[in-house]
């Protein structure tokens, strides 16, 4: 007999068919090509009994968190842990961009390494060494958010005023970090109403018919080469769904019919309710075919989608808790890895004891040690999403393989040579590829 907390995994069971055949089908489908080798000597020609190792080293889907707690965690080997189990899972980190803790005072600015210590808000240069150490993609959140505007900009109180501040710290961030930051979400948040505890929205940028024109516009100028996302909260993408009626969908519409470029759509999916709430969310929120029929509308765009923000809880350190959330994880993971519109899922946030919401949320437990959602995501990244093959050359020296969309390394080797080589291999780019020894 199910116990109360497990009654919230009910649409998962309750629709476990049709979630199987859509995860499994679009997984195949949308993830996955078939890839083709030839291997040729030094006069072109082919050559054949050729063995081929392929190993996949990384996703060309993006698996990420925000890394707000880096250098939180207390010593320098818990700081190393942190990272190490970071990169262990994750292609993609999510940096701290709130103009507040950015820019605390006209002036001055914590980007730097060595800025003053804030919590969860690591130094933007901090995290990039971070991101290049490691290799992975850095993310930036975000360009606009009114709730986090600094209060020497909350008092000009004057929109032009306000919007010559912005338009500055657009320009700044570009000039600084366009080159080294390749996504950024222009705007966070702007269906929540004007004073929604505890972000309240007050400048007067926030009360244009135009704010979000604007800052797309904005941004679209001075980061051209740059991908621009969208953000919005999940309550009113996940519990208030009305089709394309919906309140973000129209808003996207809107902007989109208003000449802006929006590159990508970005969705928060925040499960941080009092336990006494969670059964009735979940009812909403683990509804396969709502996800699915969430997802498929905003598919209407022909625009990529990201899961930006999620935390799912475990409410104590109990085996049935983290039970209950390693399934859950398990079972949003393989449904948004499986849409072809879905391009990202970044986990909102790592480690326990450092979260937004209080909710012991992470991956890891404040000692560092893996939870059993850390097990479980660690398994479809790294085996069960991932193609490793052994393959040899026929006559006319190919060799065919089925893979996950990635990075690779290719190992040839004939009698006489060896040759590794990395390759991208990307839904867009070529399925056939040539290799001279």
């Given at each position: 007999?199910?116990?109360?907390?497990?009654?919230?995994?009910?649409?998962?069971?309750?629709?476990?068919?049709?979630?199987?055949?859509?995860?499994?089908?679009?997984?195949?489908?949308?993830?996955?090509?078939?890839?083709?080798?030839?291997?040729?000597?030094?006069?072109?020609?082919?050559?054949?009994?050729?063995?081929?190792?392929?190993?996949?080293?990384?996703?060309?889907?993006?698996?990420?968190?925000?890394?707000?707690?880096?250098?939180?965690?207390?010593?320098?080997?818990?700081?190393?842990?942190?990272?190490?189990?970071?990169?262990?899972?994750?292609?993609?980190?999510?940096?701290?961009?709130?103009?507040?803790?950015?820019?605390?005072?006209?002036?001055?600015?914590?980007?730097?390494?060595?800025?003053?210590?804030?919590?969860?808000?690591?130094?933007?240069?901090?995290?990039?060494?971070?991101?290049?150490?490691?290799?992975?993609?850095?993310?930036?959140?975000?360009?606009?958010?009114?709730g986090n505007a600094p209060e020497w900009v909350?008092?000009?109180?004057?929109?032009?005023?306000?919007?010559?501040?912005?338009?500055?710290?657009?320009?700044?961030?570009?000039?600084?970090?366009?080159?080294?930051?390749?996504?950024?979400?222009?705007?966070?948040?702007?269906?929540?109403?004007?004073?929604?505890?505890?972000?309240?929205?007050?400048?007067?940028?926030?009360?244009?018919?135009?704010?979000?024109?604007?800052?797309?516009?904005?941004?679209?100028?001075?980061?051209?080469?740059?991908?621009?996302?969208?953000?919005?909260?999940?309550?009113?993408?996940?519990?208030?769904?009305?089709?394309?009626?919906?309140?973000?969908?129209?808003?996207?519409?809107?902007?989109?019919?208003?000449?802006?470029?929006?590159?990508?759509?970005?969705?928060?999916?925040?499960?941080?309710?009092?336990?006494?709430?969670?059964?009735?969310?979940?009812?909403?929120?683990?509804?396969?075919?709502?996800?699915?029929?969430?997802?498929?509308?905003?598919?209407?765009?022909?625009?990529?989608?990201?899961?930006?923000?999620?935390?799912?809880?475990?409410?104590?350190?109990?085996?049935?808790?983290?039970?209950?959330?390693?399934?859950?994880?398990?079972?949003?993971?393989?449904?948004?890895?499986?849409?072809?519109?879905?391009?990202?899922i970044i986990y909102w946030d790592f480690v326990?004891?450092?979260?937004?919401?209080?909710?012991?949320?992470?991956?890891?437990?404040?000692?560092?040690?893996?939870?059993?959602?850390?097990?479980?995501?660690?398994?479809?990244?790294?085996?069960?999403?991932?193609?490793?093959?052994?393959?040899?050359?026929?006559?006319?020296?190919?060799?065919?393989?089925?893979?996950?969309?990635?990075?690779?390394?290719?190992?040839?080797?004939?009698?006489?040579?060896?040759?590794?080589?990395?390759?991208?291999?990307?839904?867009?780019?070529?399925?056939?590829?040539?290799?001279?020894?």
């Amino acid at each position: 007999m199910a116990s109360e907390r497990q009654k919230v995994l009910t649409p998962f069971i309750e629709q476990s068919d049709y979630m199987k055949d859509r995860m499994e089908s679009g997984i195949e489908q949308h993830r996955k090509a078939w890839f083709t080798l030839t291997v040729l000597d030094g006069e072109k020609k082919p050559i054949p009994a050729a063995k081929i190792t392929v190993n996949q080293k990384s996703h060309e889907f993006r698996f990420g968190a925000n890394m707000y707690s880096m250098e939180e965690m207390g010593s320098e080997e818990g700081n190393k842990e942190y990272k190490r189990r970071f990169a262990q899972l994750f292609n993609l980190a999510t940096l701290p961009f709130y103009w507040n803790d950015l820019v605390p005072e006209p002036g001055i600015k914590r980007y730097a390494k060595d800025a003053p210590k804030k919590y969860r808000r690591p130094p933007i240069d901090l995290c990039l060494e971070f991101c290049d150490a490691y290799g992975l993609e850095p993310k930036a959140h975000c360009l606009e958010y009114d709730g986090n505007a600094p209060e020497w900009v909350k008092k000009l109180n004057d929109l032009g005023a306000v919007r010559r501040a912005l338009y500055d710290h657009f320009a700044d961030l570009a000039g600084r970090y366009a080159d080294r930051i390749p996504s950024w979400e222009v705007t966070n948040e702007n269906l929540y109403p004007p004073n929604y505890a505890p972000i309240v929205h007050n400048t007067p940028h926030f009360y244009q018919n135009d704010t979000v024109e604007w800052d797309f516009h904005t941004a679209d100028r001075l980061f051209p080469k740059n991908r621009l996302i969208i953000n919005e909260s999940g309550d009113n993408i996940w519990s208030c769904f009305n089709g394309n009626r919906s309140a973000y969908y129209m808003l996207i519409e809107r902007a989109l019919n208003h000449g802006c470029r929006i590159d990508s759509i970005g969705m928060q999916y925040h499960m941080t309710m009092p336990e006494s709430a969670e059964y009735n969310a979940a009812m909403k929120r683990y509804s396969p075919k709502r996800i699915y029929d969430v997802l498929d509308r905003y598919a209407d765009f022909s625009l990529p989608m990201q899961i930006t923000e999620i935390s799912v809880p475990t409410y104590r350190y109990t085996e049935e808790d983290e039970d209950i959330q390693a399934e859950i994880v398990r079972n949003l993971y393989s449904i948004w890895f499986s849409h072809p519109n879905m391009e990202a899922i970044i986990y909102w946030d790592f480690v326990d004891g450092f979260e937004w919401s209080g909710h012991k949320c992470g991956f890891l437990h404040n000692d560092l040690t893996p939870k059993k959602s850390f097990l479980v995501l660690d398994e479809l990244i790294n085996k069960t999403w991932h193609t490793s093959s052994n393959l040899m050359t026929s006559e006319n020296g190919t060799a065919s393989f089925k893979g996950f969309f990635g990075d690779y390394d290719i190992t040839v080797c004939t009698a006489d040579k060896e040759l590794t080589i990395p390759l991208h291999l990307v839904k867009s780019g070529d399925r056939s590829l040539t290799i001279q020894l």
